[in-house]
């Protein structure tokens, strides 16, 4: 054991087990659900039959068969348009016994992610990417925040990794990722630096990071001259190589200069679908509760 940020204990190469945390928020949930006498419903919307969408698709709805929540999945062939995907998705929006839409992305190409994205209700919109939520998550008053950086915020307080006062780096601006998690980090008053593609000498930016958060999409780009020693490192990644799932951090090369690391599989992925279950019962509790956006 040793202090970290002088304020809390953390053991030496913590495993941040996104897997655990996601059984035990799952498990509290289905009580909470069976407790409330609501029945949340979620819909999912998929394009296409890219392999990894449909996984992706299928674990939510097993997901939701765990914590009892009602699913139904809608599935478009490759070849419909944008106007064909916002069709389906009004008619899930007109239906009172949907409390929240999930459109798998990626969209195919030919489809305007962002006019689907923009269709789904924000009091739907499970997954917070709508401009409505994430404006709301930018003023600090968030409902709906995307799932993949809000899993991570509870798998860091489950640590008991308290993010006050850390300098955070995040690299990835995306709208799933990356935005959204500095945004969270900023409320957990965090100092947030964003970083992308074009930012110039990037390790130099990394190594004074207290939190790394890495959300790019290139296999295990992140090596030890990335990362300062006793970082927490999250790595966000999902990537295939020769069928085999790899982050974006070299997780055995970084592992040991990191006070706490996700792994991949099993660390930020369980937490997103935990995030989905969570975000679909609150959209069920405020579609009965309030009746209002
Ligand atoms: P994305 O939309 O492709 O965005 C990637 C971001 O990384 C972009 O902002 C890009 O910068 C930046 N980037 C690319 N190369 C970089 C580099 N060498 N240095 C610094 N920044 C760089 O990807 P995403 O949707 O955010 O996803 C990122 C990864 O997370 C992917 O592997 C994805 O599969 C995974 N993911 C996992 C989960 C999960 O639940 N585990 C959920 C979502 C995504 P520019 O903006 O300049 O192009």
């Known amino acids: 054991m040793r202090w970290h940020n002088a304020s809390l204990f953390i053991l030496n190469d913590m495993i941040l087990d996104g897997k655990k945390v996601q059984e035990k928020r799952l498990e509290i949930l289905k009580e909470q659900i069976d407790e409330s006498g609501f029945s949340p419903r979620l819909a999912t919307v998929i394009v296409g039959n890219d392999p990894a969408s449909e996984l992706y698709v299928r674990m939510k709805h097993r997901a939701c068969e765990q914590v009892h929540i009602g699913s139904v999945g809608v599935s478009l062939p490759e070849r419909a348009g944008t106007k064909e995907v916002i069709r389906e998705v009004q008619v899930l929006n007109r239906d009172p016994d949907i409390s929240g839409i999930l459109v798998q992305l990626p969209l195919p190409s030919h489809i305007d992610t962002m006019q689907v994205i923009e269709a789904v209700l924000p009091e739907k919109d499970v997954d917070g990417f ?5 404006g709301r998550l930018f003023a600090g008053t968030p409902i709906f925040s995307p799932c993949t950086p809000q899993g991570i915020m509870t798998l860091l307080n489950e640590y008991q990794i ?15 990722v990356g935005r959204p998690m500095a945004a969270l980090l900023l409320s957990a008053n965090a100092t947030v630096t964003i970083t992308h593609s074009k930012t110039r000498d990037l390790p130099l930016i990394t190594r004074q990071a207290d939190l790394l958060v890495v959300a790019i999409g290139k296999p295990r780009y992140v090596g030890p001259s990335f990362v300062k020693e006793g970082a ?7 990537n295939r190589i020769d069928g085999v799932l790899c982050g974006d951090v070299d997780f055995d090369r970084v592992k040991d200069h990191t006070s706490a690391i996700t792994p991949v599989p099993g ?5 997103t679908i935990a995030s989905l279950m969570e975000n679909t019962f609150l959209a069920a509790k405020r579609s009965l509760c309030t009746g209002v956006w």
Request: charged share 15%; proline share 6%; hydrophobic share 45%.
């Open 130 to 134: 709508h401009p409505a939520n994430l």
């Open 162 to 176: 308290e993010t006050e006062g850390m300098h955070a780096v995040v690299m990835g601006r995306s709208i799933e």
């Open 267 to 271: 660390g930020v992925g369980p937490m």
């Open 232 to 238: 927490v490192v999250i790595d966000v990644g999902t």
